[in-house]
């Protein structure tokens, strides 16, 4: 842990690392978009796309910029972007749940979801203005030339409203989730209270495409799955609708992950409507708004972390999530929140620079931590990379860096691991895993 050896610390090390993610990212590149992986992950997810993004501005920032165009060509007319855009070419059985349980184009047809190609109905966080920015930051006379923010804002700011407006359900200024995809950490625990509410539906009613490419014991369980088919389901019966008749969800929870990085893509949001040459001001607004609210309802000073708060008990989560630590990357979070959340990183929680390296997704004492299973323990590339943005955004300058030494080590050292064990670093999922790859190469730049 201490003397670290790996291929960040030496020229030809990053060379090598720079070459093996490019190739990764040639490699699951379909054409318009970039798949999470062939195997597992067959098609456009909303979040990795903006992940992506942000690592291929460094090798096209065409292929960047069309990354985040193709994701948002399948935006409701609610404004809700997708959390998967299903690619046709691939078989029905090949991913599950595919556009068949789905029906986005007649079930959620009265939400304003397009015709003529099938998603899902559910959301992912919005980390798309953040990567809409960041993409035209790596060459602006490029992206001025093809008037790629100007066709992105109008989209980018309907995305924020659908979220502002229709998913505020708990009144309090902050948006909900309405099932564990959503928040992007499937089976993280802290999920494990709300969704006890949730009926399953019979493991031998559906067929999980996952465990043809991943092994069980890294992945949620079949009493998850059939949670996670029930909520979404209902949804769907809905017509995928957020409030109104029906509108009481079995499943509502604010979560500070998310919530962080809307409020971090309303700043980014409002740099982009400067440059266009719209109000700022509205998008400054509110991503000072999310801030407040984050600290208002979500921040518990006693364990100087944010928790998750379950809107149905109008209750805050037991569980510490890695969630909890994301809002890092808010600028203008209060000082003092900053520096708790800096020594909550580092304490028996989280071990960041002390037992573990990469943080870990859930808290390192908790009951249910288990190093190896998915979002229940192991470290992640993409949260890992937030945390060093935060980090050095705030002036924590020595430990951003040794964090993206870190990242850079596993990444190599696992094959661009989906996820890996966060005290031996050993490779756990999907290898060759897109958002990995790409911000390797962000954090090489
Ligand atoms: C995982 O989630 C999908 C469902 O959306 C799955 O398990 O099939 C999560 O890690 C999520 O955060 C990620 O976006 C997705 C694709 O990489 O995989």
Redesign the pocket.
Known sequence: LTRPHGPAHTPQGRTALRRAARRVLLHNWTGTSTV??HG??PHQ????SAFVAIGLRHLSVRRAQRELETLTAAQWGDGRVP??VFNRAVPLGA?FPSPDFWRSSTAGAAAGAPQEVETSGIV?PPVHALAAWLVHEADPAASRRRGFLPRLYPRLAAWHRYLADRRDLGGGGLAAVLHP?EP???NSPCWDGPLQRVEPVPASTFRRA?LDHGAASDR?TDLDYGRYVRLAADYRDRGYRDGGPGGAHAFAVEDPGTNALFAASEHALARIAAEVGAAPGPHVRRAEALTDALVTRLWDAQTGVFRCRDLRADALVPEIGVGGLIPLLVPGLPADVVRALVRTAAGPHFGLGDTVRMAPSYDLAGHAFDPGR??RGPAWFNVNWLLERGLRQHGYTDRADALRDAALDAAGGSGFA?YVDPYSGEARGTRD?S?TAALALDLLA
């Open positions: 999470p992986s597992l992950y997810w909303s979040w990795d959390h998967i991913y992912q995809w992007g950490m499937d996952d949620p998915y979002w989906e895993f958002w």
